[in-house]
């Protein structure tokens, strides 16, 4: 099987890994936090939320309750984690920022099919 080669573990870079990685798929996942960091960014861990810590309603009836429930269907590996380390007490799904962050970067980390890398990408890797 060759190799996927992911550049940039924020949310989608992440998410793509673990999905992926959890197929069977080899992925090398290059980030350069916090050796370069970026203006939004704070920290070194992956998938860290630059914004809101509030993923908003988990209600069926919005979109955003709508879009969780198919991101669930459609095998989502950071909604789980998410969900797991939820502070909300009503109907958002609301998480903790940094144990999200420390549970995706563990499960990155020690994911068998992913090489993690922490480097800048600046030309773009060969296959
Ligand atoms: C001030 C601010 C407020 C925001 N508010 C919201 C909000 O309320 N709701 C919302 O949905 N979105 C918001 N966003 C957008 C938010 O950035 C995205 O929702 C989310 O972070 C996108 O995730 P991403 O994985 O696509 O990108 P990012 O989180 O930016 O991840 C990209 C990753 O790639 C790494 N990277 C980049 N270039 C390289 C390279 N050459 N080599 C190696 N690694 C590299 C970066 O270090 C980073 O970790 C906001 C953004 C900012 C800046």
Same mark, same amino acid.
């Given at each position: *099987?060759?190799?996927? &080669?992911?550049?940039? +573990?924020?949310?989608? $870079?992440?998410? @793509?890994? !673990?999905?992926?990685?959890?197929?069977?798929?080899?992925?090398?996942?290059?980030? *350069?936090?916090?050796? &370069?960091?970026?203006? +939004?960014?704070?920290? $070194?861990?992956? @998938?860290? !939320?630059?914004?809101?810590?509030?993923?908003?309603?988990?209600?069926?009836?919005?979109?955003?309750?709508?879009?969780?429930?198919?991101?669930?269907?459609? $095998?989502?590996?950071?909604?789980?984690?998410?969900?797991?380390?939820?502070?909300?007490?009503?109907?958002?799904?609301?998480?903790?920022?940094?144990?999200?962050?420390?549970?995706?970067?563990?499960?990155?980390?020690?994911?068998?099919?992913?090489?993690?890398?922490?480097?800048?990408?600046?030309?773009?890797?060969?296959?």
């Amino acid at each position: *099987m060759p190799e996927i &080669k992911i550049i940039g +573990a924020g949310l989608a $870079g992440s998410e @793509a890994a !673990l999905y992926l990685a959890d197929k069977g798929w080899k992925v090398q996942l290059y980030e *350069m936090r916090p050796k &370069k960091m970026t203006p +939004a960014h704070q920290t $070194g861990y992956l @998938a860290e !939320l630059v914004c809101s810590n509030s993923f908003k309603s988990t209600l069926l009836d919005s979109p955003s309750g709508l879009l969780k429930e198919e991101l669930h269907l459609l $095998g989502s590996k950071l909604l789980p984690i998410a969900e797991s380390c939820n502070i909300s007490a009503g109907h958002s799904l609301t998480v903790d920022r940094k144990i999200f962050a420390e549970y995706v970067t563990n499960n990155i980390i020690q994911h068998p099919n992913i090489e993690f890398i922490n480097e800048e990408i600046t030309i773009f890797p060969q296959a």
